[in-house]
């Protein structure tokens, strides 16, 4: 069967085979698109029972997924963009990078790890743009954190838009220095959710315009319409 | 093709599989995963006097084989489902029942006369078992004297089908059936969530922001089908079942409990087309046992 559409910034919701301890689905960003071979793939970090077992499959093995959910991370027709990640939270800049690319905006990657250990595929995210890079205790890149590298202690900041996908409070970092700056930022948010399709309403996150779904509203939202104290 | 319609107190469902009150929003999230004709009935999410934030999040944590819940009936209130809801739901080919909330006999009795002027809605399920809210919600249905009060203040008001939703969360499954039934109930709906709770050990913090939920999922089941049991044998009145119910041997395992309907709660989580699935396999065992219909194992029970 040949993909749907799919908009960067969508997410699946996987279950989990094989794995006695876990019961709900687990979400993860569309790291990327292909439909001339007609794939889509993920980016998967081992955290827990889930995580595990979703990493012991091999190719050939099928994977029950319910996608492509939620909305997507605005596309500009034109400026300069900044795609953000950090650690897992890297997954949907690929795709991101893609699209931006046949909308022909190539963006810059800011992505940052904890160590060199953890970095990975450098050399894809460059494929779209130039990728400045910084782990918290310097082995590679930058030392310190997304918001702490040069990309956003020079002035003035040469980007139109920010798109940002990682840890709560690395989101909320990088949406304060976008205010700071006046640079319109999205952020990528990945409360706890169960169903994934908008009935569960577990997975809230309150807006200007009261409690909305993370998973149907979002994931994506203006970080100007979240109630987050910047 | 075994007959699978079922009538509870008048309603005509076209086959025993309804799903639950929170967990199927107002339906029309699953339209784009199959035909809600294929339903016997939708129970939509609950519906209060005025509108509710609900509870902070964390609202969910998963556990062995279920999960626990604090949404705290977060919806726009009555006015809003009148007037914006109910007609994008009027014209469903299927049962659209509205499961009625609030934290006063006032606020019960005002929302059920309300959605009484809905001519689509044959029926409401009072729901006294909510474990998620301060005030209202369980606190109705754990005590016999106040399920009786405010099924009977509900009843003086709603002239169709009157539905109540129990809660698990008691001593005597049965007490609290009697006492519904005594305040005019023409069904019974059971059961409601089971209060639990989460901690992680690494933060020595509950998981989720109100400490306490609701557990729902196969985690429950058991529990479930005793009470379903207890409760068909002790009242007179039709049941709906639900509780942990994933597939459709659950589904016939309540029927055979004494549910007269059941409800699909947490399964459409899992897995969105679930629902359909379960009418295909009620059908297909009842195919298999050369049993004519579906309300024919209603109860049916056999002993040890």
Known sequence: ?230 | MSDLSINIAGIDFKNPVSTASGCFGYGEEFKDFYDLGLLGGIFVKAVTGSNRDGNKTPRMAETASGMLNSVGLQNKGVDHFCKHIYPRLKNFDTQIIVNVSGSTIEEYVEVASRINELEGIPAIELNISCPNVKEGGMAFGVVPSTATEVTRAVRDVYKKVLMVKLSPNVTSITEMAKAVVDGGADVLTLINTLLGMAINAETQKPVIATTTGGLSGPAIKPVALRMVWQVYNAVKIPIVGLGGIMNATDAIEFMLAGASVIQVGTANFIDPMVAPKIVEGINEYLDRHNIAAARDIIGALKKP
């Open chain 1, 1 to 230: 069967m040949p993909l749907p559409e799919i908009f960067p910034g969508q997410f699946v919701q996987a279950l989990v085979h094989n794995s006695p301890a876990t019961f709900l689905r687990r979400p993860f960003s569309i790291h990327f698109v292909d439909y001339a071979a007609n794939t889509l793939s993920l980016l998967v970090q081992a955290r827990g029972e889930g995580t595990l077992h979703l990493g012991m499959l091999k190719p050939g093995d099928s994977l029950n997924l319910v996608y492509p959910l939620g909305n997507s991370f605005s596309i500009p027709s034109s400026g300069n963009v900044l795609l953000v990640g950090g650690g897992a939270g890297v997954a949907p800049l690929m795709f991101m990078g893609d699209y931006l690319n046949k909308k022909n905006i190539r963006p810059d990657f800011l992505v940052g790890f904890r160590t060199a250990d953890e970095v990975s595929q450098i050399d894809e995210y460059s494929k779209y743009g130039k990728v400045f890079l910084s782990t918290d205790d310097g082995s590679m890149g930058e030392k310190g954190f997304v918001t702490q590298h040069s990309v956003f202690t020079t002035s003035p900041l040469a980007y139109q838009r920010i798109c940002c996908c990682g840890p709560d409070a690395m989101m909320h970092a990088v949406a304060k220095l976008a205010k700071e700056k006046g640079v319109a930022c999205e952020v990528s948010l990945e409360n706890m959710m169960a169903c994934g399709y908008g009935v569960c309403l577990c997975c809230i996150t309150p807006t200007d315009k009261g409690n909305e779904r993370v998973c149907l509203e979002g994931p994506v939202f203006d970080t100007r319409k979240l109630k987050w104290e910047l």
